[in-house]
């Protein structure tokens, strides 16, 4: 279907949109301060293999280790950024997101230790370094960063807190992008995310972090086998900041039941600007018991705008037109007030389960952590044995030469070259420059030979 560029969605926000985000925003922040587990989080400075370390020193055997083997081991990663703390005055933080590229880039990725892509996510927020996060979390490919549900829940409730409403939205995006939306809390939380930020009309840009190629400045041209068609894969592939938080909204809708669930997939495949499916679901939406919220409508028949085919546009029409034509399907309800009293009852319901499983998941980090440095030691130790026994064995090879020199005698003779026979290089010589070849004239008629 053809369309138009996608209009800004602030353009459309009404007063009751923007009354709804001022009622979801007075709740300052969902999480209480226990969820954060300071005191089992900070724990982790007093455990001998942290607190010995010496961050500068540190880093700078783990530079040199890496230009000279190319790699860094995932369990030196681990331990680092789990000692920068970010409140002290000269902390590494800003080397956190060399740290993950170069694990990324290694070998070693693999055996990186699940407490790491926790401690890069808390330290960044702890510092208040949102823009590396957020360029961290967009760029799975060259950092390895996936947030588990309980980061992630922290990460869009101290972002809502903020008003920083873009990188909450993006957070709830890459649930959508790995197709996992977690618990309830989980998908409540992504549900405020994007719901604030299509919400607001003074987010901040949303940048794209994807690296972009530096274009030569003279003309270069490379000879190819064959060029690939463009492939769009409506996914990993979106770029319009509408078109992500759309199918954000329209893929977590589903999982939440009622009025919030069927008024927000609806809005989300608007959004989305995915104008059969969002058809069907108005069609749906008419044969369910559940409302849907008249601000949600009115905005659909807004974004309708940015759809020029006449048909599609006249086919939602008449599906809204049957939704309103039922009694009590299109409702005045305040959607941001629901949304927050549904997160608040999914708190209720599940933030202490979540904190006595990231406590348990703590003290299991530091176990792996203890076991991975165990056993990187005795790798250590093992190679350096194998040096000594080679080195040895060397040694041994060389002083057995030397003593048994006159038994193996005729054996070290037969691998000597043969004097006999001697090669000599060619001369040329310094009076005479070399012969040129003879030039042969066809055309040569020899004169005739007379006998006398």
Known sequence: MAMNVFIPFSRFIGCNLR?????????????????????????????????????????????????????VNAIDVDLIINKIEPSNEGSL???????????????????????????????????????????????????????????????????????????????????????????????????????????????????????QLEEPEEEVKIRIRYLRNPYFDDHFDLKDPYHIVGKTLAWVSPLISGVIGISCEILGWALYNKWAE?????????????????????????????????????????????????????????????????????????????????????????KTREEEFQHQLDTYRKQKLLKEIESKKEDLAKREEVIFFFDNREKLEMLLPDKKRKYYPKRRSLIYKKKQPRQLDEGYIPPEVIRR
Not at 25 to 44: I, K, M, P, Q, V
Request: glycine residues 2%.
């Open 278 to 366: 969002l058809e069907a679901t108005l069609n749906r939406a008419s044969k369910r018991t559940e409302a849907v919220a008249a601000s949600v409508v009115s905005k659909v028949k807004d974004l309708l705008a940015v759809c020029d085919d006449v048909e599609t546009r006249e086919r939602i029409t008449s599906a809204i037109s049957k939704l309103e034509a039922v009694d009590s399907k299109v409702a005045e309800l305040d959607l941001g007030l629901l949304i927050a009293d549904a997160v608040q009852k999914a708190v209720i319901e599940s933030e202490q389960k979540f904190i006595e499983s990231q406590e348990a998941r703590y003290i299991c980090w530091e």
């Open 93 to 211: 933080v800003d080397e956190v997101e060399d740290l993950v590229h170069r694990l990324r880039r290694s070998p070693e990725t693999v055996k990186t230790l699940p407490s790491t892509p926790h401690s890069v996510l808390r330290v960044l927020l702890e510092a208040g370094h949102t823009q590396v996060l957020l360029k961290i979390l967009s760029d799975p490919l060259n950092y390895g960063v996936f947030p588990d549900y309980y980061t992630s829940n922290l990460l869009m409730d101290t972002f809502l807190e903020k008003k920083d409403y873009t990188a909450a939205a993006r957070v709830a995006s890459c649930n959508m992008l790995q197709e996992d939306f977690g618990p309830t809390l989980t998908q409540m939380l992504t549900l405020a995310s994007c719901f604030s930020y299509i919400s607001s009309d003074d987010n901040q840009p949303w940048e794209d972090y994807t690296p």
């Open 19 to 71: 009354r709804q985000l001022t009622i979801l925003t007075e709740y300052r922040t969902f999480l209480s301060a226990a969820y954060r587990c300071e005191e089992a989080w900070n724990r982790r400075l007093q455990h001998p293999l942290i607190q010995n370390i010496k961050p500068n020193d540190y880093m700078f055997e783990m530079d040199q280790k890496y230009r000279l083997e190319g790699k």
